[in-house]
């Protein structure tokens, strides 16, 4: 079970690019990275998803390092509809493989106007 | 993109009755779905996996015979409270895996229970 470090939280200012990051030491070799965005009293929503190098949606990126354990979320121009509460997980998509994920502390994003 | 709903959205009861929660997977299929419940400002816990036509599996510290769950279909998973009371008062929240990309759950809006 590889547990997830987040900063617990992190303000910016509209229009600034965020990064956020967290540590996976024990990440195992068949685990994927996936990001989730959460507004209060809603379910968590996907972000991205990655296993390693550099992945890019419509709405954000993610970098993971050679030895993926870290990765970073990246969100460009923040708007006053980011600020959320983001959650790192880590966990492997095989059958039954995702049966212990757990989420973490997350971190509450607050963007500033 | 993949839609989970559940139904209610929010239900108030008095203490010691049942409510049943639908978590539905409305454009894929799911062999797997999971249950969380979050506590106000505290992130998601996972109380148990649902899978299709079979047994769910708890967590620890999760009764099995007071939060009763049921994966009948591909698409349907149920989540009762049973007997509830004050302290089960949260949000809980299923996801889905959907069967054709395994490695990303979607998740419900979530349901808010509030027992009196």
């Known amino acids: 079970l590889a547990k997830t470090t987040q900063p617990i939280s992190m303000d910016s200012y509209e229009g600034q690019e965020v990064n956020i990051t967290c540590s996976h030491n024990?990440?195992?070799?068949?685990?994927?990275i996936t990001w989730y965005q959460q507004f209060p009293s809603q379910g968590p929503r996907f972000i991205i998803q990655?296993?390693?190098t550099k992945v890019t949606n419509e709405v954000a990126s993610l970098f993971i390092p050679a030895d993926r354990k870290s990765s970073t979320l990246s969100l460009p121009r923040v708007s006053l509809s980011d600020t959320a509460v983001y959650y790192c997980l880590v966990g492997d998509p095989a059958p039954g493989g995702y049966q212990k994920v757990t989420f973490g502390t997350g971190t509450k994003l607050q963007v500033i106007p | 993109g993949a839609v989970v709903s559940q139904h209610p959205s929010r239900v108030i009861c008095k203490s010691g009755t049942s409510v049943k929660i639908e978590c539905r997977s409305l454009?894929?299929?799911?062999?797997?779905m999971f249950w969380y419940r979050q506590f106000p400002k505290q992130s998601l816990m996972l109380m148990a996996t649902s899978n299709e036509g079979s047994k769910a599996t708890y967590e620890q510290g999760v009764e099995k015979d007071k939060f009763l769950i049921n994966h009948a279909s591909l698409t349907l998973s149920t989540l009762t409270v049973t007997s509830a009371h004050p302290e089960d008062s949260s949000f809980y929240i299923c996801?889905?895996?959907?069967?054709?990309?395994?490695?990303?759950?979607?998740f419900g809006p979530g349901t808010r229970l509030l027992v009196l």
């Open positions: 454009d894929f299929q799911a062999t797997t």
């Open positions: 996801s889905a895996r959907d069967m054709a990309r395994v490695e990303t759950q979607y």
């Open positions: 024990n990440i195992a070799t068949n685990d994927y």
């Open positions: 990655g296993y390693k």
